[in-house]
């Protein structure tokens, strides 16, 4: 730990250029990576040592009592004095999250980016995507770059406040202005974003050069993000800087998701928005959509409408087809897949809209009554249906990849039942006596038949309709059957990672979420935990590709609603993004712990209610003091992608359905509605104009009676 | 002696209530009949009678009411209900069907109640039958006797409940498990749609007057009538009326998808079992934002919570902005623009006393003052040996004339700006031996305190506390003096470990139990303390399960009657430290966890039945989501609807707010003398807005016409070139 401070005591007040690379091990040891050599010694400093003798230093630092992480407040090392003030540590400056690849930035020169001026222009492939992004990035940069980070903590005594704003003060000593951004894409690719979409980018801000340049247009995004993240403000000013860096980044894994659970507790479009755009601004690109489950059926199909009329909360509280399109088309335009999942056999209690497709349980040789079980895997019409269902669903949902669900099935319902008993001898080979002899091992070759022949009707639809699909499902349903094809993508949520080597060793892809379950809340700082755990069981990158597509933060949704998912999701989630985008070797928690801060505060400042995440702590706000709506100009940078029909779902309490939303140009952008007055003003005077012209025509029909005063003689 | 008996039969009380707790089954579901709930009778009765009445109520609490209509619906349907499930974790889980003990491990919040009041009234009976209508054109409230601003105020803000914010009954898609369940029950709770009455006017009676701001000693006891030929508040004082308004709202539901608003005929008789209910809120650890604190009064304005216990400043920030230290904040607040002027506080308390709250400040010292950067002289340096430490790392200085005059003129100031009786003066975890290690403070205090200067070396702690005690007796006479400067008189809170080893903390101070059970209030007592109790409300401790059962069955007293206790412990306080919570995340880790505290406070100690809690909680946060308030969850998955126009965002939140600026204020003096106001207008002025833009349009058109009409020789462009 002591390596540590001092390591972080040199990023904060080394006057030098540092490099910060995602291969840095701390100490001071050169590592090799992908060929090329880092040197990563934290640099030699005679300012920096003379400043640590002569001044008392305070550091933030992490602690564990037991399992409990705190941070602390350290205000004088030398004297060992630490009084018990749990303190967020100290926020970085314009550093990114996640950490790229390789990184170099240098910490004495900064480039201002004159808001007037400055321009961001395509110069080989575009599409509306990207268009877009520019758009949402013009808006972030004119109003929501966050200050660079002040902490009181320095008045502790006079000489070490000046001293540290003295150092502060010196990345200003060499300010050139920012040259404008070029933008070069390679490939068209415009579509919707897919398992195989390219992330990597190249990203240069130089004194006379700032570039991006990426394979698609999926990595230009990121790109843009990464620039955004590179820039604050001078305290005090509106004026907007950035050190000069170079970036060379592409993620370790394609699938980075997060799990929202709308049946729980529905969760409103404009909530599941801000998730999407806190995904965005952590480079994850899975929404992970657990739709329906036992609490309710909130889709509305158009094929089994009774559904959601039986089976949601409310009838308001229904996700139509169309809102689901325009969230889908609303991930489109972040980079972002949407995979639905439609959690059967169990998980089903909601469904009653069709108790025909539900199996009865029997106590003895009585039959239950009421669809008490969980699907009937033991009826032909089962399936029928959920080939009509999920034909529609392929239709909303244009991903490759759909969930099938498949986890705690732990009723043995369908042991008691006799049909289904029977059936599946006949049709699946699972003797009957199991039945009574081993009820859970039975039900478990049950799923095994369920789900082979649940796949292969699902493939059937989706060939008819010209489209594959690959099918992800929960790790239990392998417990006691092989019948499960070997193309399916198994999520872990039980096991450790030798679980995702035992799948791989059996022919499965891999998804890891044991670690990252967000929801249970029971310690203040989680995220170190989040942030140790690596999805991947293998030594190098190398030998997990292919076999790991990576992970999912799962939000389940039993003790969060739609007013408290945001601030439990971020900045929490962060921890996992980092984890599933930078390299296996990003590991320093200390570097993490201030570029989280920043995170946070960012997130913030963009208008997402964002969560605590170290401790006690400020992040300031665009409106200033005054606790105001928190989306502001953003706002209108949302709802370029909506659709024409809106649903009956109300806003959430914070948003802002009720504004209006419009079209926007690249110049004006956040200034619209100050335009609203003079635009007003312009249609009254056409109108007037029009209005003249017709009163002249009506003149000149009534001349001849030398009628025209009539209105004044109304008077 | 006394002292473990008492202690003794708590916790006899406290594992019965568990056990009674783990059986209790969560519904009264369908009570198709005239139903009763009632608290405790009436404080002030005898012990002996009182413990009788407890009994009787008892049996009545038992939560399936003896109902031949529902033993029949029982018998011929499924009956999903909803129990609480106490193991490693509680949970509310839903069953389906009893007759077949088939328990999915369903997580389901209870089913709610419909148009049932939080905190549960003293008295309260309502016909489950017969409903009245509130036609909201016609509907009137009407102040009859004894009028003010706050209470023009409150009727303008129910008002606009009653208008836009009255919560849909609850439908449960549950039922729908069978085709027969689902219609019957449906049928069933038509019933009491068919013959309705229309809701008389409300008329408001306040006998005395008394205006100005809320304190320790306000009435807030009423009584509230809604019946076919009268609907009724009469209170002693404006302070009832402002809670019997809240109950009136309370009582009015919606019908299902329609917008017509119903209440059950209901009599209440009403009254605070405490007087002092309240909220502490931390706005060191993280900043809070005025709207946040804005919302929290909403909502403790919802719950009948009365004290907003603001505990301003600690290690972590300094965000109060003196004018007499300006350095203060200068120093020790997170960002120059993160601290509350003067003129917020004075807003926030206007605001609070509006709705009949008052606002506590808490300046913590001795220990806990980090943050106060800006005059390093008051503070106490540490030593290492002989070495002084660097730095102004101590707490405040004990021994040091300058620190008491120091304090003398910040509070000076602080009395102005809190005009409440109450100051809390912190004195919590002071951890530090600082004093123990430096000569000059060892030195004055044997002087001046007659304290021992040996015990520094043989026992720091034990010197520490009792320099706790020299320290706050002096400031305290120093801080009473200064209250009798300005004709006020000041009582003090403290924490309880103040007390720790001393006895110089004088008698009329009131301490705050935030580490001992109940016990630790007998004790005070004893000591000739009043205290008050937060140790079971520290709602930061979170934890991802529903954790309100535990806060429901803590109850403060260590008495066992309500007479017992008067007097003696004044109430409580639920805790929401903000080292973990944000701006953004305060509300929803407030309520309605804080509603649990709430009702113990308010409701009668025999108010204990966790069933009927659960339904009435379950409305109870749904009620404060359809008010616009960021509420949290409660007991796990349900659903809460919101108003349909999404009306209810933060600008027209500040329109709602804006009796607090003195505009508003102004305009309500002016509405003194009419005493009838109507419901109609209130809210509707902004409907008319685009009608009022067409008409001015029209207008300017016309007149345009008419110029140019008249012109007939000249072009018309000629308009716009004569316009320059």
């Excluded at chain 1, 540590?89 to 020169?109: D, N, Q």
């Excluded at chain 1, 009421?370 to 399936?383: C, F, L, S």
């Excluded at chain 1, 659709?643 to 690249?666: H, N, W």
């Excluded at chain 2, 009832?240 to 919606?254: D, M, P």
Aim: net charge neutral; with cysteine.
């Amino acid at each position: 730990m002591d390596v540590s401070v001092i390591h972080l005591l040199a990023i904060m007040f080394s006057g030098l250029s540092v490099w910060v690379n995602a291969e840095t091990v701390l100490g001071g040891a050169k590592i090799i990576s992908l060929g090329k050599t880092y040197n990563a010694k934290v640099p030699d400093n005679t300012f920096q040592n003379q400043f640590l003798d002569t001044h008392s230093q305070p550091v933030a630092n992490l602690k564990q009592h037991g399992d409990k992480y705190t941070f602390d407040l350290t205000i004088d090392r030398r004297y060992a004095f630490k009084p018990p003030i749990r303190k967020a540590p100290f926020s970085s400056v314009g550093e990114p999250w996640p950490l790229p690849k390789h990184y170099r930035s240098e910490r004495g020169a900064a480039l201002n980016l004159k808001k007037s001026t400055f321009k961001i222009s395509v110069l080989n492939k575009s599409c509306d995507i990207l268009t877009e992004a520019i758009k949402r990035y013009k808006a972030i940069i004119e109003n929501h770059i966050i200050e660079e980070q002040y902490d009181f903590t320095y008045n502790f005594n006079e000489k070490i406040f000046n001293d540290h704003k003295k150092l502060e003060e010196t990345k200003y000593s060499h300010v050139t202005k920012m040259a404008d951004l070029e933008i070069y894409v390679a490939e068209e690719d415009c579509g919707y974003p897919h398992i195989d979409m390219k992330e990597s980018y190249k990203l240069i801000v130089r004194p006379h050069i700032t570039r991006l340049t990426a394979g698609q247009v999926w990595g230009a995004l990121r790109g843009l993000e990464t620039f955004s993240q590179l820039l604050f403000r001078k305290r005090d000013t509106e004026e907007v800087y950035s050190r000069v860096t170079e970036i060379e980044d592409e993620p370790r894994f394609p699938h980075r998701g997060i799990l929202i659970d709308t049946a729980r507790h529905f969760i409103y479009k404009n909530t599941i928005r801000d998730v999407l755009d806190g995904m965005a601004y952590n480079k994850m690109n899975v929404l992970h959509w657990h739709i329906v489950d036992d609490n309710s059926f909130p889709y509305k199909s158009e094929v089994f409408p009774k559904l959601s009329e039986k089976g949601a909360y409310h009838s308001t509280l229904v996700y139509t087809i169309n809102d689901i399109k325009e969230i889908v088309e609303y991930a489109r335009y972040r980079g972002i897949r949407v995979i639905p999942e439609f959690d059967t056999p169990g998980h089903t209690f909601s469904w009653l809209g069709y108790p025909e497709i539900k199996s009865t349980c029997y106590v003895g040789n009585v039959p239950i009554q009421g669809p008490m079980g969980p699907i009937n895997p033991a009826q032909n019409e089962t399936y029928s249906f959920l080939a009509k269902l999920f034909s529609e669903i392929y239709n909303v949902f244009p991903d490759n990849f759909v969930h099938l669900g498949g986890d705690e099935l732990h009723s043995t319902c369908w042991a008691t039942n006799p049909q289904i008993v029977a059936f599946l001898q006949t049709n699946g080979g699972i003797p009957a006596y199991e039945a009574r002899s081993n009820a859970a091992n039975y039900i478990n070759k049950a799923i095994g038949y369920y789900f082979k022949r649940l796949i292969s009707t699902l493939k059937t639809t989706a060939s008819e309709k010209q489209q594959r699909k690959s099918f992800i499902m929960w790790e239990d349903v392998l417990k006691n059957t092989g019948d499960v094809p070997a193309d399916s993508i198994l999520q872990v949520w039980l096991g450790r990672q030798q679980n995702v080597r035992a799948l791989n060793q059996r022919g499965y892809r891999a998804l890891y979420s044991s670690c990252w379950y967000l929801d249970s809340y029971k310690k203040h700082v989680l995220w170190p935990e989040y942030y140790k755990c690596d999805p991947s069981p293998y030594i190098t990158e190398q030998e997990e590709k292919g076999k790991v597509l990576g992970g999912e933060a799962c939000v389940w949704t039993e003790y969060i609603t739609t007013d408290t998912l945001m601030s439990f999701m971020w900045p929490r989630a962060s921890a996992p993004a980092e984890r599933l985008w930078s390299p296996k070797t990003t590991t320093d928690i200390v570097s993490a712990q201030r570029r989280l801060q920043e995170q946070r505060c960012r997130m913030i400042y963009r208008g997402l209610p964002t969560g605590h995440i170290s401790g006690p702590d400020y992040c300031l706000r665009p409106s200033g003091k005054e606790d105001g709506p928190l989306v502001g100009s953003l706002q209108e940078t949302r709802d370029t992608v909506r659709g024409a029909v809106k649903s009956a779902a109300e806003p959430s309490l914070i948003a802002d359905d009720t504004l209006e939303r419009k079209q926007l140009s690249l110049v004006v952008l956040s200034h619209y509605h100050n335009y609203m007055p003079l635009i007003n003003i312009m249609l009254t005077l056409i109108g007037v104009y029009l209005i003249l012209i017709a009163s002249k025509l009506w003149k000149k029909k009534f001349r001849k009676n030398n009628v025209c005063p009539k209105l004044v003689s109304l008077k | 002696m006394g002292v473990s008996k008492m202690s003794s039969l708590f916790f006899r009380r406290l594992r019965t209530m568990n056990v009674w707790r783990v059986c209790v089954l969560v519904f009264i579901l369908f009570s198709g009949s005239h139903m009763i709930t009632q608290g405790k009778s009436a404080v002030d009765r005898t012990r002996s009678r009182n413990k009788a009445s407890r009994k009787r109520l008892h049996e009545k609490d038992d939560p399936i009411p003896p109902n031949s209509y529902l033993d029949q619906f029982l018998r011929e349907h499924s009956k999903p209900i909803v129990r609480l499930k106490s193991g490693r974790e509680t949970s509310f889980e839903l069953n389906i069907d009893s007759r077949y003990n088939f328990n999915p491990p369903i997580k389901t919040a209870p089913f709610s109640s419909t148009g049932e009041p939080w905190p549960l009234p003293k008295k309260y009976q309502s016909e489950n039958e017969k409903v009245l209508k509130l036609d909201k054109e016609q509907f009137k409230i009407e102040v009859l006797n004894k009028s003010c601003d706050i209470l023009m105020e409150a009727i303008k803000r129910y008002t606009k409940i009653i208008q836009n914010h009255i919560i849909e009954e609850h439908y449960e898609f549950v039922y729908n498990f069978d085709e027969k369940t689902f219609t019957d029950r449906k049928r069933q709770e038509e019933r009491k749609y068919n013959e309705v009455e229309n809701m008389p006017n409300l008329e408001i009676d306040v006998a005395e007057e008394d205006c100005g701001y809320p304190h320790i000693d306000m009435k807030e006891s009423y009584t509230l009538v809604v019946r076919p030929d009268i609907t009724r508040l009469t209170a002693d004082q404006v302070w009832g009326a402002v809670r019997g308004l809240e109950t009136f709202s309370q009582l009015l539901f919606r019908k299902w998808r329609t917008d017509e608003v119903y209440a059950k005929v209901t009599e209440i008789e009403d009254g605070p079992r405490f007087p002092h209910r309240g909220i502490l809120m931390d706005t060191s650890r993280h900043y809070i934002h005025k709207n946040t604190i804005k919302n929290v009064l909403d909502g403790m304005a919802y719950n009948k919570m009365n004290v907003l216990h603001w505990h301003i400043v600690d290690d972590n920030s300094f965000p109060y902005q003196s004018e007499v230290f300006p350095k203060l904040s200068e120093k020790g607040a997170f960002h120059p623009d993160l601290v509350y002027t003067i003129d917020d506080i004075k807003e926030l308390v206007e605001y609070a006393r509006y709705r009949g709250i008052r606002v506590v400040p808490e300046f913590d010292t001795p220990g806990h003052t980090f943050s106060w950067l800006g005059y390093p002289e008051i503070k106490s340096t540490c030593y290492t040996g002989d070495t002084p430490l660097k730095g102004p790392m101590g707490p405040i200085n004990p021994a040091q004339d300058k620190t008491y005059m120091f304090m003398s003129k910040l509070f000076s100031e602080i009395y102005n700006v809190f005009p409440d009786s109450f100051v809390h003066l912190g004195g919590d975890e002071l951890h530090s031996t600082c004093w123990a290690t430096n000569p000059a403070i060892r030195a004055y205090l044997q002087e001046h305190g007659n304290i021992p200067a040996y015990e520094a070396r043989t026992n720091a702690g034990r010197y520490v506390d009792k320099a706790v005690g020299y320290y706050f007796k002096r400031l305290i006479e120093t801080l009473e003096t200064a209250a009798r400067e300005k004709q006020q008189k000041k009582s003090f809170i403290m924490w309880e470990d103040v007390l720790k080893n001393t006895d110089k903390v004088p008698l009329d101070s009131i301490l705050q139990v935030w580490m001992g059970r109940p016990s630790n209030v007998l004790s005070l007592n004893e000591r000739g303390y009043r205290a008050l109790y937060s140790s079971c409300w520290y709602l930061d401790h979170y934890k991802t399960m529903p954790m309100w059962p535990d806060y429901y069955n803590c109850d403060p007293s260590p008495y066992n009657s309500e007479a017992e206790e008067k007097g003696k412990i004044l109430g409580g306080e639920a805790c929401l430290w903000a080292e973990y919570i944000t701006t953004d995340t305060l509300m929803s880790f407030m309520w309605p966890r804080a509603s649990a505290p709430a009702e113990r406070l308010w409701s009668s100690r025999s108010t204990t039945n966790i069933a009927n809690a659960a339904m009435r909680l379950q409305e109870q946060r749904c009620r404060m989501i359809f008010r616009g308030l960021p509420t949290g969850h409660i007991s796990g998955p349900d659903y809460c609807l919101r108003p349909k126009d999404g009306s209810f965002n933060w600008n027209e939140k500040d329109q709602f707010n804006a009796a607090a600026e003195p505009e508003a204020q102004f305009a309500v003096k002016n509405s003194k003398d009419e005493n009838n106001i109507s419901i109609f207008v209130l809210s509707q002025y902004h409907h008319y807005l685009p009608v009022m833009n067409i008409v001015l349009t029209l207008a300017g058109l016309y007149i345009i016409i008419c110029v140019s009409g008249c012109r007939k020789r000249r072009g018309h462009f000629s308009i716009f070139q004569s316009n320059n």
